[in-house]
C-alpha cells in the first residue's frame, strides 16, 4: 500500500529545525531500486509534485525519510519516495 504525504510549505523550517536536533537521515540513495518495496511512502512539498524529487534536494530527502523511519530513499520525477526493504 502506497501512502502519499503532502507537506506544506513549513517543511523547509521543519527540516532546519530536526537536523540540528541528531536526526539521522536515511543512509542509502536506493535510486537504482526497481521493485516496489514494502510500505513506501512518496513525499511532495507544498502539494505540487511537478518538481524532481518533490522540490526537496537528496539530502532533505534522506532527512524526511529518516525522520519517518524509513532506512532507504530515492528521488523521482515527483517525489522524494521512502522505503524500508529492498536497500
Avoid at 11 to 34: C, H, M, N, Q, R
Avoid at 59 to 77: E, P, T
Amino acid at each position: 500500500m502506497k501512502t502519499t504525504l503532502v507537506l506544506g510549505l513549513f517543511t523547509s523550517s521543519i527540516l532546519a529545525a530536526t537536523v540540528g536536533e541528531g536526526v539521522k537521515p536515511a543512509t542509502k540513495d536506493s535510486s537504482a531500486l526497481s521493485s516496489v518495496a514494502q510500505n513506501p511512502i512518496n513525499i511532495a512539498a507544498s502539494g505540487s509534485p511537478d518538481a524532481w524529487c518533490g522540490g526537496f534536494t537528496a539530502y532533505q530527502c534522506a532527512v524526511l525519510c529518516g525522520n519517518y523511519g524509513y532506512s532507504c530513499y530515492y528521488c523521482s520525477a515527483s517525489y522524494c519516495n521512502c522505503l524500508n526493504s529492498g536497500c
